[in-house]
């Protein structure tokens, strides 16, 4: 299976008329193609982004540009996308930030638990903050262009063992966690047993049994039908995940200031656009999941606090690697923000 994966994209990469694989592979007229995938499926608010980011960008360079779509993992996961993006073979991704940490540390200044506090403080740090803005131009050095920021979400905890609402009832829970340090040791020092792992492979291995439990926004829970592997759902909202709008910096290169801006603007647009949906579907998928029989626990603020002094320790560890100025120029963002 991984040899045919591999096959169909060198094949793809290639485009249908055998040209070099750099930037856009051209093959349909004189248009070059944006190859853009994600790893969730074609319901969750990310595609439906990504299908008007298609919209705005295909009008607006009147076809110049033409933008292919996947979802579900089709491309691969987030860390093998954004190494294609480097490479030129694919165009676009929209990791979460966490596995970004992997090739920029800094980025894991997100992956702080409990930094943002809300989603409104969120938006204004992410759209507005110079220090969220000098994260994206780290990007270029790494072969990728930060087009946008875009929601993915607050994240809450599922399992199938017990209706977590204290730090004890983490113990020896085995979850999944992406391909993110910081978000494995926090999950250690909150007693669970962490073990990262591919998105795609998620659903089948709570299926299966080989992990108890995994943690995403209510979106993804509801619309990946984790309702049907899970029983118990947490509102831990231990940390706000945001996605970048990835593109290879190749295909930047080979576009025309124009088109950069056209990619930029309808990034934004679409981004607006896929904030909303979540935003709006949220409570609704709340309760569906409830009326699927899962257990939907609220966690106090109490609670959190507590959750939050165990893993001030390991954002303690990390603060070197991160870079001390970057956390404490988040955290003044996020204060402002909140005044
Ligand atoms: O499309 C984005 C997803 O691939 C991913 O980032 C989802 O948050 C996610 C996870 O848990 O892997």
Same mark, same amino acid.
């Given at each position: 299976?991984?040899?045919?994966?591999l096959i169909?994209?060198?094949l793809?990469a290639?485009?249908?008329?055998?040209?070099?694989?750099?930037?856009?592979?051209?093959?349909?007229?004189d248009?070059?193609?944006i190859r853009?995938?994600i790893?969730?499926?074609?319901?969750?608010?990310q595609?439906?982004?990504?299908?008007?980011?298609k919209?705005?960008?295909e009008?607006?360079?009147?076809g110049?540009?033409?933008?292919?779509?996947?979802?579900s993992s089709?491309?691969?996961?987030?860390?093998?996308m954004m190494?294609?993006l480097?490479?030129?073979t694919?165009?676009?991704t929209i990791?979460?930030?966490?596995?970004?940490?992997?090739?920029?540390?800094?980025?894991?200044v997100?992956?702080i638990p409990f930094m943002?506090?809300?989603?409104?403080?969120?938006?204004k740090?992410?759209?507005?903050?110079?220090?969220?803005?000098?994260?994206?131009?780290k990007?270029?050095?790494?072969g990728m262009?930060?087009?946008?920021?875009w929601?993915?979400?607050?994240?809450?905890?599922t399992?199938?063992?017990?209706a977590?609402?204290?730090?004890?009832?983490?113990?020896?829970?085995?979850?999944?966690?992406?391909?993110?340090?910081?978000h494995?040791?926090a999950?250690?020092?909150l007693g669970?047993?962490?073990?990262?792992m591919?998105?795609?492979?998620?659903?089948t291995?709570?299926q299966?049994?080989t992990?108890d439990?995994?943690e995403?926004p209510?979106?993804?829970?509801?619309?990946?039908?984790y309702?049907?592997v899970?029983?118990?759902v947490?509102?831990?909202?231990?940390?706000?995940?945001?996605?970048?709008?990835l593109l290879?910096?190749i295909f930047? @290169?080979?576009s025309?200031?124009e088109?950069q $801006?056209?990619l930029v /603007? *309808?990034?934004k !647009? #679409? &981004?607006?656009?896929?904030r909303?949906?979540?935003?709006?579907?949220?409570?609704?998928y709340?309760?569906?999941?409830?009326?699927?029989?899962?257990t939907?626990?609220?966690?106090?603020?109490?609670?959190?606090?507590?959750?939050?002094a165990?893993t001030?320790p390991?954002?303690?560890k990390f603060? @070197?690697?991160?870079?001390k100025?970057?956390? $404490?120029?988040?955290? /003044? *963002?996020?204060? !402002? #923000? &909140?005044?």
């Amino acid at each position: 299976f991984m040899i045919l994966t591999l096959i169909t994209s060198i094949l793809a990469a290639c485009g249908t008329s055998g040209e070099k694989a750099s930037g856009g592979g051209k093959s349909s007229g004189d248009a070059r193609i944006i190859r853009a995938g994600i790893g969730l499926n074609d319901k969750h608010p990310q595609y439906l982004g990504l299908l008007k980011f298609k919209e705005i960008v295909e009008k607006e360079t009147n076809g110049a540009i033409k933008v292919e779509t996947y979802h579900s993992s089709q491309l691969g996961d987030d860390r093998a996308m954004m190494e294609a993006l480097q490479l030129g073979t694919q165009q676009m991704t929209i990791p979460s930030t966490a596995p970004i940490a992997n090739f920029i540390p800094e980025y894991s200044v997100y992956d702080i638990p409990f930094m943002f506090p809300s989603e409104e403080v969120a938006d204004k740090v992410l759209l507005e903050s110079d220090i969220a803005k000098e994260l994206l131009e780290k990007l270029p050095d790494q072969g990728m262009v930060g087009l946008a920021y875009w929601e993915n979400g607050f994240r809450d905890l599922t399992n199938n063992k017990v209706a977590v609402s204290n730090v004890g009832d983490f113990k020896n829970l085995k979850i999944r966690t992406m391909e993110n340090q910081l978000h494995l040791e926090a999950f250690k020092a909150l007693g669970a047993n962490p073990t990262p792992m591919a998105f795609a492979e998620l659903f089948t291995a709570m299926q299966q049994g080989t992990i108890d439990g995994q943690e995403n926004p209510i979106a993804t829970i509801y619309l990946q039908k984790y309702n049907e592997v899970q029983k118990h759902v947490s509102l831990t909202h231990h940390v706000y995940s945001p996605f970048v709008v990835l593109l290879s910096k190749i295909f930047w @290169d080979e576009s025309s200031k124009e088109e950069q $801006d056209i990619l930029v /603007k *309808a990034a934004k !647009e #679409a &981004g607006d656009y896929s904030r909303k949906l979540n935003r709006e579907a949220n409570s609704t998928y709340i309760a569906e999941l409830e009326q699927e029989g899962m257990t939907v626990t609220e966690i106090t603020p109490e609670a959190r606090e507590e959750m939050k002094a165990i893993t001030d320790p390991v954002v303690e560890k990390f603060s @070197d690697k991160i870079g001390k100025d970057t956390i $404490d120029r988040m955290r /003044k *963002a996020v204060e !402002e #923000a &909140g005044k």
